[in-house]
């Protein structure tokens, strides 16, 4: 009978010691529970690309957005091809993107119900300081990296279809290089991850890569990369917010993401935008306007 | 080296100025692992209790599966609990994606068979003359239960301490069916991930050492109640 005693007090401390730990953090206002229904009307979940989240922008633009409409955004940051295929199913509500070809697809599928442009900056090759391929300075981006490739200069690509990645693809195209069999070359190697990871990869392992200039920039100051090549038109990358068509997928927030896309293309967000990062990097880091 | 120092250092500082953005994701790491880890306690006891006492065909087939339950990749568990929880998904109705409860469930799973299968090892362990023993006193089945639980106590706590390690450690799963979405399913090692990503790694230092802090003093509390009940 001691025993049961015992063991009664026992467990009963164990359960004491869990619940203080468990009550001490709910004295800490929980995050809004969402289970219980309201999302559809004040929840809202965007799926973007890594670039909008990695260069800080995302944190000046949501906190403001959910101030002026009540709503409460979950950011999602993922490559642009995973966010049209989450647009697709219904579990995003609102898309922002930068892979035209494939949102145009996506619109023509129906699975968009407007898609406006928000925004621009462009892509840049960049690679160690020494430039092992010699490329530094060129202007045609596919002839560059026609020369990485010759050269057989380590080239690391984001390979996770994203937005870049698509860019990538289609810049290796043009140089008259099929992308699909890279991945068996020794100097081409496919990260896997986001362009803040590629980046670090690429300036760890001495390789060169395409990044959106918004995360390189960001990432600068610790990185072993220089810009090497700019200002090819065809290094153009444009963002456009997608609201999710809400008739294939009902509990879409279609009101929450039409008062997104007003929100991101408002004159009061695009001078924002305009004007982020001019304080950090001496330039924005998006342009609006064509 | 010098990142490793500034990290610790501005982990201190986060801690001495009460930092709300590092306070909030501590709390709802320790809230979202503790929940996990008390709901493994609950589903897998009985059944590490139902494993080491009862005999039924294809037994030995559930009991590897358990084991190898142990080793459980989170991505794997992350990715099928978002696969049903998505909108798209089976149970998308419920609308737990990206939330702490959408990652209480997953970690859950992660922890469940690591409480199963040790618990289930302790109480074989015990001497089954004791079984025996304490039916033949006039102890009822349910007596008998407690009673050998009881005999297995520091192996149950280890079981615990097992259990909460794997679960505040593992980034896979949360930030699949959690999104680390700011304010809500943020935690420390997710966002330890995005703070790598974002190139400060001062403060993802910081909050690796917070994780590691947090770990010890839970495990601490933990061990205090084992050394304790050892000489009970």
């Known amino acids: ?290 | 080296m010098e990142t490793i120092w500034a990290g610790i250092r501005e982990a201190t500082q986060l801690l001495l100025h009460r930092d709300p953005y590092v306070l909030e994701i501590t709390a709802l790491t320790l809230r979202v692992s503790g929940t996990a880890t008390l709901v493994a306690l609950v589903l897998g006891v009985p059944i590490g209790v139902a494993l080491a006492f009862l005999d039924f065909p294809g037994k030995s087939i559930i009991v590897a599966a358990v084991n190898t339950g142990m080793g459980l990749p989170p991505v794997v568990v992350g990715l099928v609990v978002a696969l049903m929880l998505w909108r798209s998904g089976p149970l998308g109705w419920l609308g737990l994606i990206y939330t702490p409860t959408a990652m209480v469930i997953a970690q859950a799973l992660i922890a469940w068979p690591l409480v199963t299968g040790l618990s289930m090892a302790a109480l074989q362990q015990l001497d089954p003359r004791l079984r025996w023993q304490l039916l033949g006193i006039g102890a009822s089945s349910w007596q008998m239960v407690l009673l050998l639980l009881w005999e297995t106590r520091l192996l149950l706590v280890a079981a615990i301490i097992a259990a909460f390690g794997a679960v505040i450690s593992e980034v896979g799963a949360s930030m699949m069916v959690g999104g680390n979405v700011a304010h809500h399913t943020r935690v420390l090692t997710t966002a330890t991930v995005l703070e790598t990503s974002k190139g400060n790694f001062a403060l993802a230092m910081a909050l690796s050492t917070i994780l590691l802090l947090l770990a010890y003093l839970v495990t601490f509390a933990l061990t205090s109640l084992q050394q304790r009940a050892r000489r009970l």
């Open chain 1, 1 to 290: 009978m001691r025993t049961c005693s015992r063991l009664v007090g026992w467990v009963g401390t164990l359960i004491l010691l869990i619940s203080t730990t468990l009550g001490a953090c709910q004295a800490i206002p929980p995050p809004v529970d969402t289970a219980s229904g309201r999302k559809m009307s004040k929840e809202l979940i965007l799926a973007t690309t890594t670039s909008t989240q990695d260069s800080g922008l995302l944190d000046v633009l949501i906190p403001l957005f959910e101030k002026e409409t009540g709503y409460t955004v979950k950011v999602i940051a993922v490559g642009t091809g995973a966010a049209l295929r989450m647009g697709e199913r219904g579990d995003a509500d609102v898309l922002l993107v930068h892979a035209p070809e494939a949102e145009e697809a996506f619109m023509a599928a129906g699975h968009g119900l407007e898609r406006e442009y928000v925004m621009y900056n462009d892509f840049v090759i960049v690679g160690p300081p020494d430039d092992p391929a010699g490329i530094r300075g060129m202007e045609d981006a596919s002839a560059a990296m026609k020369r990485i490739a010759e050269s057989q200069t380590l080239w690391i690509s984001r390979g996770d279809d994203s937005g870049t990645h698509k860019k990538e693809k289609s810049l290796w195209k043009e140089a008259g290089i099929d992308p699909t069999p890279l991945a068996s070359q020794p100097w081409y190697q496919e990260s896997g991850q986001g362009m803040g990871a590629t980046l670090r990869i690429a300036s760890e392992k001495g390789g060169y890569t395409l990044s959106d200039r918004a995360t390189y920039l960001n990432l600068q100051h610790t990185l072993h990369l220089d810009i090497l090549v700019e200002g090819d038109p065809r290094l153009y990358n444009v963002y456009h917010v997608i609201v999710v068509n809400p008739e294939k997928h009902p509990n879409v927030n279609v009101e929450g993401a039409r008062a997104f896309a007003d929100f991101m293309t408002s004159p009061q967000v695009q001078d924002i935008i305009r004007s982020y990062g001019v304080d950090r990097f001496g330039q924005p880091l998006f342009h609006v306007g064509r």
